[in-house]
T-cell receptor, first 114, second 110 residues
Framework: KAGVTQTPRYLIKTRGQQVTLSCSPISGHRSVSWYQQTPGQGLQFLFEYFSETQRNKGNFPGRFSGRQFSNSRSEMNVSTLELGDSALYLC?????????????FGEGSWLTVV | QKEVEQNSGPLSVPEGAIASLNCTYSDRGSQSFFWYRQYSGKSPELIMSIYSNGDKEDGRFTAQLNKASQYVSLLIRDSQPSDSATYLCAVTGGSYIPTFGRGTSLIVHP
């Protein structure tokens, strides 16, 4: 069974631009969660989608948004990029809501904002 | 605020020794506990999950859970240099999303 797939793996953006990251969960998994990981803050939860509905949201500004499609694939968008948005963005999928299921991470998308 | 605490390390052990990684959590309602390993520049990969008090063994890895004391630990027997990584503890339960510790850096030296 294929794992969680994230695209693109690496990208460089300029301050003020926007970026869209994509995630395909493990087949059969209906929940997708997004995390931001930086050396200083560790793993921080962004949001979770289950059956196309946002189930939970972390403490991030409104510039960070996401959505989930009917096939469980998910995208996250960051608008008006700031230097501090440089991070590893991780997508994780689980069969059901992450509160009661094991989550599996994708390889991540490395975002550098210059 | 649910908290998961880990010693950041680094924890340095010689090859062949037992590495002991610890994690404490604040929420007594926590039900599920996970250990992830993250190599530098890579994403976290699941090593083990544990749900009940006691020990759970998987190869060289043993997870230990003590809900009364609110701690979970990971033992790595016969440590190898390839075990050198950051180990993340994650806790979840009830209706809250997984909360991750900041991770413990493990260095296994030959």
């Amino acid at each position: 069974k294929a794992g969680v797939t994230q695209t693109p793996r690496y990208l460089i953006k300029t301050r003020g631009q926007q970026v869209t990251l994509s995630c395909s969960p493990i087949s059969g998994h209906r929940s997708v969660s997004w995390y931001q990981q930086t050396p200083g803050q560790g793993l921080q939860f962004l949001f979770e989608y289950f059956s196309e509905t946002q189930r939970n949201k972390g403490n991030f500004p409104g510039r960070f948004s996401g959505r989930q499609f009917s096939n469980s694939r998910s995208e996250m968008n960051v608008s008006t990029l700031e230097l501090g948005d440089s991070a590893l963005y991780l997508c994780a999928s689980s069969e059901g809501p992450s509160s009661g299921n094991t989550i599996y991470f994708g390889e991540g998308s490395w975002l550098t904002v210059v | 605020q649910k908290e998961v605490e880990q010693n950041s390390g680094p924890l340095s052990v010689p090859e062949g020794a037992i590495a002991s990684l610890n994690c404490t959590y604040s929420d007594r309602g926590s039900q599920s506990f996970f250990w992830y390993r993250q190599y530098s520049g890579k994403s976290p990969e699941l090593i083990m999950s544990i749900y009940s008090n006691g020990d759970k063994e998987d190869g060289r890895f043993t997870a230990q859970l003590n809900k009364a004391s609110q701690y979970v630990s990971l033992l790595i027997r016969d440590s190898q240099p390839s075990d050198s990584a950051t180990y993340l503890c994650a806790v979840t339960g009830g209706s809250y999303i997984p909360t991750f510790g900041r991770g413990t850096s493990l260095i296994v030296h030959p």
